[in-house]
């Protein structure tokens, strides 16, 4: 066969697969979950990470080993905050700070909006918000350093 030809049918293949133009999808959710996880753990942290879809539903979430319960909804909720917002966590929690513009803000929505930092809304190639991501585990450091990175290697295309 035409080697141009099979290196291109593969590039479509993983552009379609890991930069959806429209949505998340479970093959890119499932790979961009390994990696913050594997990063993760090179930090000591025990996080669950969730994905999200572009309406703000689970896609997929991964926990460590031994990682706190409660982490499992913080996490969902921070992906669901801010594919909802389509802004940070972390940047919310500026808002919502007393005196803010937006204080209150995590007593709508049935209690699911997160005013810490640990979620990133998720870009298509378009700038538009497909997905989010929200790591729960560690410090509000921690889990903000990971679901930016998370962010930044799905929009960089090297998930």
Known sequence: M?????????DAIVEEIVRPSN???LEAALILCRKVMKKAKEKGVKAVVAV????????TVQCSDDSFIASYDIALNKAYTS???KMTTKELAALAAPGG????IQFT??????IFG???????KNGEVIG??????????QDTYLAGYGREIFEKGTV
């Not at 929505?109 to 997160?114: A, F, L, S």
């Open 2 to 10: 035409n080697e141009k030809f099979i290196k291109e049918t593969v």
């Open 23 to 25: 949505d998340m999808t």
């Open 52 to 59: 999200t879809n572009k309406g703000a539903n689970p896609v």
């Open 83 to 85: 594919v909802a917002l």
């Open 101 to 104: 513009s937006l204080y209150g």
């Open 109 to 114: 929505n049935g209690g699911k909006i997160v």
């Open 118 to 124: 640990g979620g990133e809304p998720l870009k298509n």
């Open 132 to 141: 989010g991501i929200g790591v729960s585990g560690g410090s509000e450091e």
